[in-house]
Each structure stands twice: as structure tokens, then as C-alpha cells.
T-cell receptor, first 114, second 112 residues
């Protein structure tokens, strides 16, 4: 158990809909990261928040957005869903920044868009 | 970030040491070598990381060559639960550059 929790575990929805994925980082961790894993693209970094502020952006679509709240939990919002958005979405957290800090991953949310 | 090259797959007998190689010939002086693994579709799991010196923890050992252009992850006594995809990742040490760039990794299969 990494200490990172994600809800829901599974999500099935239709094209055009909007969903929200939730992540609670390990106690004390200030950084939260979101990653997407699809069959054709592998594991890809989407976005990072540090203590409530956006810190880095990866290959995140404009239809996707995220935020980190004062209690440090984070939400990833996916809108106007397409079939290709079906994937595993992982959240990770780390204590601070810099290259010496390992990231701890949650169990993921499996999103299926029909 | 420096690119890494790993063999796509490897087999290892249960109880033997599993040695997973990684090439990172363009690594910079401020970049760490990280290893993560992913068992089936679970969240990736941190294993170990290093900068210049060899490192050991309860899970594995990391051997980095003197020129830092390659490294080897060693699982000393592989068990069936070590079957997973192993990712070698090179990551800068500066703040603001913490994202992990995953490649295709090595699929390690432990044979009973």
C-alpha cells in the first residue's frame, strides 16, 4: 500500500460526458502528479501540482483540467469524453520537489468510455 | 531528459538473481537514474535510484558504471511476485522538473 488513494476504481461512461477523478496523496506530501496509461501511448505524464499551484504540464488535452485543494487532495476533470480517453489514470505524490524524491503511485482509476 | 534503452523482455529462474540492464548514454551530470516497476495494471512502484554510486535497499541493488552511461538493476533472489515491467528512468535533479518519463521498459518473467 503506497498510501495514495484514488477514487473511483472503475468508471464507465459515454462519449461526450464529463467525469472527475479524485486523488488523496500520502500524508505530508505536497506534490501530486497525474499520469495516463493507454494501450497505444504507454504511461504519460499529464500534470503536476505543488502545494496548490500548477508546477508542470505534460501532454494534457485542453478538455482535461486538474486542481489541488488546500487539504492537498487533487481532482482531474475530463470533459467531452472520447473513446480514445479510455485508459488507466494514475495519481502519484512526493514529499517535495527535486530529483531525489521518489513518487508513490495510487492504484489507479480505470476509465472506460463507450 | 536523457533517453534510456532497455531490452523489451527477459526471463529469470525463480531464486536466481535477475540483472536488468539500462543504457542512458546521454545522461547529464545532474540527472538521477530511477527504477520503477509495474505489476500487471497496478500503480508503478518505486524500487531504487542513484546518481553516481552504487545503491542497495531492501528490494534491489543498483550498479551504475563509472561513466554513468549505463546501469544494472539487480534483484538478488527473484520470486514469482517479481514478474513485472521494469522501467529505467533518467530524471533531472533540479526543482520543477520532477515528472517521470516512462519508456517501454523490460518485461521480466520469473520462471518457476
Amino acid at each position: 500500500d503506497s498510501g495514495v488513494t484514488q477514487t473511483p476504481k472503475h468508471l464507465i461512461t459515454a462519449t461526450g460526458q464529463r467525469v472527475t477523478l479524485r486523488c488523496s496523496p500520502r500524508s505530508g506530501d505536497l506534490s501530486v502528479y497525474w499520469y495516463q496509461q493507454s494501450l497505444d501511448q504507454g504511461l504519460q505524464f499529464l500534470i503536476q501540482y505543488y502545494n496548490g499551484e500548477e508546477r508542470a504540464k505534460g501532454n494534457i488535452l485542453e478538455r482535461f483540467s486538474a486542481q489541488q485543494f488546500p487539504d492537498l487532495h487533487s481532482e482531474l476533470n475530463l470533459s467531452s469524453l472520447e473513446l480514445g480517453d479510455s485508459a488507466l489514470y494514475f495519481c502519484a505524490s512526493s514529499a517535495v520537489g527535486g530529483g531525489r524524491n521518489e513518487q508513490f503511485f495510487g492504484p489507479g482509476t480505470r476509465l472506460t468510455v463507450l | 531528459d536523457a533517453k534510456t534503452t532497455q531490452p523489451p523482455s527477459m526471463d529469470c529462474a525463480e531464486g536466481r538473481a535477475a540483472n536488468l540492464p539500462c543504457n542512458h548514454s546521454t545522461i547529464s551530470g545532474n540527472e538521477y537514474v530511477y527504477w520503477y516497476r509495474q505489476i500487471h495494471s497496478q500503480g508503478p512502484q518505486y524500487i531504487i535510484h542513484g546518481l553516481k554510486n552504487n545503491e542497495t535497499n531492501e528490494m534491489a541493488s543498483l550498479i551504475i558504471t563509472e561513466d554513468r552511461k549505463s546501469s544494472t538493476l539487480i534483484l538478488p533472489h527473484a520470486t514469482l511476485r517479481d514478474t513485472a515491467v521494469y522501467y529505467c528512468i533518467v530524471r533531472p535533479s533540479n526543482f520543477g522538473n520532477e515528472k517521470l518519463t516512462f519508456g517501454t521498459g523490460t518485461r521480466l518473467t520469473i520462471i518457476p
